[in-house]
């Protein structure tokens, strides 16, 4: 079990590489922001539909349908896609349609569309079980997106090269 402690930090540095956290000094050197994503544990849903919910935060990036749909099948998402009649333009409640796990899915269908060239991951297959976060990081490694996770599931650590463990004696 990581410590509150180990959790804030660990999150502050995420959000440091996003840009997200203007407190404090120094340098930082990272990928410019249109070749990372990040992945939080509760994805963002906005007001539209399915399509620009799947391409969000980048709707003309110019991607086929088929394309998205071959990506909703990837990800397991084929019964929300069934939810509304295959239709991509069907506007619905999203955050409150969608499970987190489905949400989840949803940002995970997002990053394979986008293919940005580095992705951190925060507890983002948190509320999946295991099958389909085996099926996604299987998916993650095969795109060739490099990845940092941030994870209490000890089950993460078969997908990563290497496994930076915090303690409370730093």
Same mark, same amino acid.
């Given at each position: *079990?990581?410590?509150?402690? =180990?959790?804030?930090?660990?999150?502050? *540095?995420?959000?440091?590489?996003?840009?997200?956290?203007?407190?404090?000094?120094? #340098?930082?050197? !990272?990928?410019?922001?249109? +070749?990372?994503?990040?992945?939080? &544990? %509760?994805?963002?849903?906005?007001?539209?539909? $399915?399509?620009?919910?799947?391409?969000?935060?980048?709707? +003309?990036?110019? =991607?086929?349908?088929?394309?998205?749909?071959?990506?909703?099948?990837?990800?397991? $998402?084929?019964? /929300?896609?069934?939810? /509304?009649?295959?239709?991509?333009?069907? *506007?619905?409640?999203?955050?409150?349609?969608? @499970?987190?796990?489905?949400?989840?899915?949803?940002?995970? #269908? %997002?990053?394979?569309?986008?293919?940005?060239?580095?992705?951190?991951?925060?507890? #983002?297959? @948190?509320?999946?079980?295991?099958?389909?976060?085996?099926?996604?990081? &299987? $998916?993650?490694?095969?795109?060739?997106?490099?990845?940092?996770?941030?994870?209490? !599931?000890?089950?993460?650590?078969?997908?990563?090269? !290497?496994? $930076?463990?915090?303690? !409370?004696?730093?």
């Amino acid at each position: *079990v990581i410590g509150r402690g =180990i959790v804030w930090f660990v999150k502050t *540095v995420l959000r440091t590489i996003a840009g997200l956290w203007p407190i404090g000094s120094g #340098a930082l050197e !990272r990928p410019p922001l249109r +070749d990372i994503m990040f992945l939080p &544990q %509760r994805p963002y849903m906005i007001d539209g539909n $399915l399509r620009d919910q799947l391409l969000y935060p980048y709707p +003309d990036h110019g =991607i086929s349908d088929e394309q998205i749909l071959d990506v909703v099948g990837k990800v397991n $998402l084929a019964d /929300v896609l069934d939810r /509304v009649d295959s239709d991509l333009d069907r *506007v619905i409640d999203w955050i409150n349609v969608l @499970s987190i796990g489905e949400q989840q899915r949803v940002a995970f #269908a %997002r990053l394979f569309l986008r293919t940005p060239k580095f992705a951190f991951l925060d507890e #983002a297959t @948190s509320a999946l079980d295991e099958d389909n976060q085996e099926r996604l990081y &299987q $998916l993650l490694k095969e795109s060739r997106i490099g990845f940092i996770s941030v994870g209490h !599931r000890t089950t993460l650590i078969e997908y990563h090269d !290497r496994v $930076l463990q915090l303690d !409370r004696s730093g």
